[in-house]
């Protein structure tokens, strides 16, 4: 077998087992709740049948391997269960499915983060190389000190800031990023926008760094002074000589920082209360809505190592060591 | 093509001066130093560690590397100043009439693209042939510079071919264009000694059939005796002397030159003994229990002798050590110690048996903790072995240190307040704390300048001379071998190719090897390579 | 550490003509001086934003040892205003349910510093001690837990706190354990890195060879040159926890009222923030304690900006 496709199968399946494993992770925290969580989610009044029949449904009689092969099975079919809010101790039940709340909300979850990414990603990869380039200058020092100030800051604070200036004192923007489904994609835009250049400062600054010292680290090559002693030209020598090389670095901090979007999604969230998968899961872990937040776990989880799967897998078809084997 | 013409001066730089930013300051690197070359001249350019010989043959292109800067003088290449050369004007020189040549190929060839688009990238860069004219003067190019399969190794990827290939291929690429000059900038330090004549050998005659002028920048005398007609030696950024090669070698003025023939003046008188100290009987060892990197392998050392063992790097000369010592437990075989058998692995062997064997390691920089004073690094063997305390320790330590002739001030000093020949001192005195019957020496002049080798290898004689310490000498350095040793075992691909007194080895008759990595050390003789070149082809 | 006055071999062996001495390789040796002195010329020398920080962080720390000293009013003291304006009796006015906001911001520093250190020295007692003996030993050992950290951090830390959290419930010492774990991954990965890169080194060797036990050779060996980035990473380290603490606490699932905490603090007081072109005092306050966050996090980076170019010597950064 080639080795690129054997190192990329190697990597795929470390994924899927790094996926399990997570899988299992998440899937026994609905073990480690104490023994009376039924009491606590029927509340203090619901009879011993009731609890009986809760834990039934959630097939705790059976043996946990059992019904984790259960619930993996039916997670791959898109059902997550149902969720802990909204029964009663009288045995009514008005729970909801856990993927009619996820679906929707994650749905508004990836346009935010697509809308940061289409501003950031680009914006950071310049930044990040011209930094790179005209290192030492005044405008690196300048970008420099500006990010380490972002990435120190809570994202909270940018977005407070950001409402202050634009939203309270000029009222240019809402400070609410309330959406729905039926909104046209132009109102939806504006109404996200705050929320999207909270998130676009922090990416930037985050990803402008690793960008900038990727580049420097290459530059250092010995190849690349040697190109240099060539006589070829400065655009030449990073077109030619540094981005060849640069595609593994470079793609490992876009899928770094897009993973680190997705997590950064949850505190912005809730500051602009936009109705996302990270606003679901903070009131699901307020409640204690076991179902629910083990699926946004798993969805953030799965995001988060398929990310860096992909970054993996690109600097792996981009090695020329691997590419050409001897 | 430029016509060429010897005689005429290609290069010429007056009172150079270029400073180097370290440690938050600006340093000299190069303090005045004057260079005229001639066209079709081979200049050699030789210095020790830190002397600014790379420094300066870059200079001669009109470049300087980032972190330095060149604060007065000025460089002309052939009317043209390249001190006050633009950037572009210098790009066009680059890589068409002035050409470089790295030290280690292996980093210098960028991984992402095939050798022969590297080859001719500069010479199609600056039109001076046509892509098409370029490649097939290539496919030439590594014909002479006898390369396998010319044809087809331009089309590998640099990680696919070996280092030596690597570094003529490198030679072919600064050829390619014709230039007027080429810098080589220690193209042979990486190589082993078989590999570097070789390539020796095609840098010279290319260099010689095109008539290009050269610049040969080295640390080893007799490496740039065989391809300079001339050698300029630098120190502390300032020259020494200057000279015609065979004079430099017969008559050379200064005192520094002539130190840097001191190793090759020391030559121990070959003692021989039967009361053999440790013997390493049939030993087979494999690392992960799978890479066998030991073969049978057999060898006595007899008291209060030296053995040295010779090799290249992936001859198992260091991993005979490593089992020596009980890092490596043979796989089978057996090391016997006084006559018994040592335990294989280090954690089965007493605190005794630790004891007698001591080692000491080629850089003296990572064998010594950092952070601890040379009174702590002494001292350690001597609490710990000889359950010495207090006082009586550092009586001992102050003992040791005037042993090796260091005074008791040295005490309280952290490793980075040392020199690189006190560093390898501290480290004898180290394993000498121990009271060692056998020291195991890895390699251990090799990290430093000529002139304090000499130093140590005297130092090691006269501890074995005083005190009865055995040696095994690993070493790939021949000179070094000359110097101490009184037997010599000589290893390839894990294999013992013979041992033997120092007199029965190194005079022939030779097996294969011993023979082919004897006459590859090169000699202080300009006429050594024509010599070695007309009797392999003859042979 | 530097080699300020590089030792040159031979120097003045050269001067002697041929007489060659050992001891006198080295021309300058560098005059010993006590720690204070070497701290102090240190502090001399270093940069403007470096000083920044170290002001910045003693300031806070003097803040938090004496809160109950300096602070005017009572940590869960409820006064009959609500939202009450800045100035008289209450400098940054009162919050939501009428607790001076000066004072809690005062407490604020002493709960979220004291919660956010534990933390972090409890991450380092966990990821450092198993990072070293992972790094010396090398084996199945090694394996298991560089694999089992692997996975744990292919789940996003907050995330993953937030996930424990909802089982555990938000107490201080479910919060302490739970981003203690989770941190000490990273911690791990440090340690070993940098151990593995010393434990190869020849004077490590060495002490083995001479028969020195694990426990010599973790103490006197290792730590002692792993202990610079350890230290900076421990900067950065409380940053992340610091910021992580204040995150969860802003989402309402971290530290609990009636404990002073900055990250609710600024949830409470949100909403003032609407009220910016009336009253522009109101709407600062809940950036407050948002600011106060932020200054300790630059001041600390700073700091450990400077000392990894100090211990490090690298010009730029990664």
């Known amino acids: 077998m080639h080795p690129v496709l054997a190192t990329v199968l190697q990597r795929l399946g470390l994924g899927v087992v790094t996926l399990f494993f997570v899988s299992l992770i998440i899937f026994s925290s609905i073990e480690m709740l104490p023994g009376d969580f039924g009491e606590a989610v029927l509340g203090q009044a619901a009879t011993e049948e009731t609890v009986a029949a809760f834990r039934r449904e959630l097939g705790l009689d059976k043996p946990a391997w059992l019904r984790y092969v259960d619930w993996i099975a039916s997670v791959a079919q898109g059902d997550f269960g149902t969720s802990f809010s909204g029964r009663a101790s009288s045995g009514v039940d008005r729970s909801r499915e856990v993927i009619d709340l996820v679906a929707p909300r994650l749905w508004n979850t990836l346009f935010l983060a697509a809308y940061a990414a289409v501003i950031s990603v680009p914006l950071a990869l310049f930044l990040g190389i011209t930094a790179a380039l005209y290192r030492n200058s005044f405008y690196d020092r300048f970008v420099n000190a500006a990010t380490l100030t972002t990435i120190s800051t809570p994202e909270f604070f940018v977005a407070y800031i950001l409402i202050l200036l634009l939203a309270s004192l000029n009222p240019w923007f809402p400070s609410l990023a309330n959406v729905t489904a039926d909104m046209p994609l132009w109102e939806r835009i504006y109404r996200t926008s705050l929320p999207a250049l909270t998130l676009t400062l922090v990416i930037v600054a985050h990803m402008m760094r690793m960008t900038r010292a990727a580049i420097i680290s290459l530059l250092a090559s010995p190849y690349i002074e040697m190109a240099k002693l060539k006589g070829v030209s400065a655009s030449q020598v990073i077109l030619k000589h540094a981005l060849p090389n640069a595609w593994a670095p470079i793609a490992t901090v876009i899928a770094f920082n897009l993973a680190y979007l997705v997590v950064g999604v949850v505190v912005v969230e809730v500051v602009f209360v936009y109705p996302g998968i990270g606003q679901l899961m903070v009131d699901a872990v307020t409640t204690r809505d076991i179902p629910v937040v083990q699926a946004c776990a798993l969805i953030f989880a799965a995001t988060y190592i398929i990310l860096n799967l992909i970054a993996d897998i690109i600097g792996i078809v981009t090695n020329p060591r691997l590419l050409h084997p001897r | ?539 | ?318």
């Open chain 3, 1 to 318: 550490m530097s080699g300020k006055n590089k030792p040159q071999d031979g120097l003045a062996a050269e001067a002697a003509g041929e007489g060659y001495s050992a001891a006198a390789e080295v021309g300058a040796v560098r005059k010993r001086r006590t720690r204070s002195e070497r701290i102090w010329i240190e502090l001399k020398k270093a940069p403007l934003t470096a000083w920044f920080g170290l002001i910045v962080i003693t300031v806070y720390c003097l803040v938090a040892l004496f809160a109950p000293i300096i602070a005017p009013h009572g940590e869960a003291e409820v006064f009959p205003a609500p939202y009450a304006p800045w100035g008289g009796d209450h400098v940054f006015g009162t919050d939501q349910i009428g607790r001076d906001v000066f004072s809690r911001l005062i407490y604020g520093a002493r709960n979220t510093m004291g919660i956010a250190l534990a933390t972090t020295l409890l991450s380092f007692f966990i990821g450092g001690g198993l990072g070293l003996v992972a790094a010396i030993n090398r084996s199945w050992l090694d394996q298991f837990i560089s694999r089992a950290v692997d996975v744990l951090m292919a789940i996003p830390s907050l995330i993953f706190a937030l996930m424990l959290l909802s089982i555990f419930g938000s107490t201080v010492w479910s919060l302490i354990g739970i981003i203690a774990v989770l941190d000490s991954t990273r911690v791990f990965r440090l340690t070993r890195s940098v151990a593995v890169n010393v434990v190869v080194m020849d004077y490590v060797e060495a002490a083995r060879l001479r028969g020195e036990g694990l426990g010599w050779i973790m103490r006197r060996e290792i730590l002692p040159n792993i202990m610079p980035p350890l230290v900076a990473e421990f900067g950065l380290r409380f940053c992340f926890v610091f910021l992580t603490i204040a995150a969860l606490s802003f989402l309402g699932v971290g530290i609990q009222p009636p404990t002073a905490d900055w990250g609710s603090m600024v949830r409470d007081n949100a909403s003032l923030i609407q009220f910016a072109q009336y009253d522009m005092t109101a709407a600062m306050t809940p950036l407050l304690p948002a600011a106060a966050i932020a200054l300790l996090t630059i001041a600390v980076n700073f700091v450990v900006d400077w000392f990894l170019h100090k211990t490090s010597g690298l010009r730029d950064d990664h």
């Open chain 2, 1 to 539: 093509m430029t016509t060429k013409k010897k005689g005429d001066v290609l290069v010429e730089m007056r009172d150079i001066r270029i400073d180097g930013f370290s440690d938050e300051r600006w340093h000299q690197i190069i303090k005045g130093v004057d260079l005229t070359l001639h066209r079709g001249e081979v200049m050699g350019l030789i210095g020790e560690s830190g002397a600014g010989k790379s420094t300066l043959g870059k200079a001669a292109m009109g470049y300087t590397q980032p972190g330095c800067k060149l604060v007065g003088g000025t460089i002309m290449f052939d009317g043209i100043d390249l001190v006050k050369a633009s950037e572009a004007e210098k790009r066009k020189l680059w890589g068409s009439r002035i050409a470089y040549v790295a030290q280690s190929a292996a980093a210098a060839f960028n991984p992402a693209h095939r050798l022969i688009d590297q080859t001719v990238e500069a010479t199609v860069g600056h039109h001076v042939q046509s892509g098409e004219e370029a490649r097939a003067d290539a496919v030439e190019l590594y014909k002479a510079l006898q390369l396998p399969s010319p044809e087809t190794i331009g089309g590998r990827y640099p990680h696919q071919v070996s280092g030596g290939q690597l570094q003529r291929v490198m030679t072919a690429m600064a050829m390619s264009p014709r230039p007027d000059l080429i810098i080589f900038d220690e193209p042979t330090t990486a190589l082993d000694v078989t590999t570097q004549v070789e390539v020796l050998v095609a840098m010279r005659n290319i260099v010689e059939q095109f008539n290009t002028a050269a610049i040969y920048i080295t640390h080893d005398l007799a490496v740039v005796a065989q391809m300079a007609d001339f050698i300029k030696v630098l120190r502390y950024g300032e020259e020494v002397e200057e000279a015609e090669t065979r004079k430099m070698l017969s008559k050379p003025e200064m005192p520094y030159t002539k130190s840097l023939w001191a190793v090759r003046s020391i030559e121990k008188q070959e003692d021989i003994s039967d009361d053999i100290a440790l013997e390493i009987r049939n030993v087979d060892a494999a690392y992960g229990g799978t890479v066998k990197v030991l073969h049978d392998v057999s060898i006595r050392i007899p008291r209060g002798r030296t053995v040295a063992v010779v090799g290249e790097s992936g001859s198992g000369k260091s991993t005979t050590a490593r089992v020596i010592t009980g890092l490596l437990p043979p796989s089978s075989g057996e090391v016997l110690f006084n006559g018994t058998p040592l335990p294989g692995a280090l954690k089965d062997r007493n605190r005794d048996q630790l004891r007698r064997i001591q080692m000491i390691y080629q850089m003296a920089d990572t064998a010594m903790n950092p952070r601890q004073t040379v009174g702590e690094i002494i001292g350690r063997p001597v609490e710990f072995y000889l359950g010495k305390r207090g006082k009586a320790v550092e009586e001992r330590v102050i003992e040791l240190l005037k042993l090796i002739e260091l005074d008791e001030s040295f005490i309280d000093r952290l490793p980075s307040e040392l020199s690189g020949g006190q560093k390898q001192r501290i480290c004898i005195a180290r394993a000498l704390a121990a009271e060692p019957e056998l020291i195991i020496c890895d390699e251990v002049t090799s990290a430093l300048d000529q002139i304090v080798q000499e130093g140590i290898l005297k130092l090691l004689l006269r501890l074995q001379k005083e005190l009865g310490i055995t040696y095994l000498f690993i070493t790939h350095d021949i000179a070094t071998v000359k110097a101490i040793s009184d037997e010599i075992v000589v290893m390839f691909q894990g294999k013992v190719v013979e041992q033997g007194p120092k007199s029965e080895i190194l005079s022939p008759p030779h097996p294969d090897y011993t023979e082919l990595l004897l006459s590859s050390v090169p000699e202080m003789d300009p006429d050594w390579l024509d010599g070695l070149v007309g009797s392999r082809a003859a042979g």
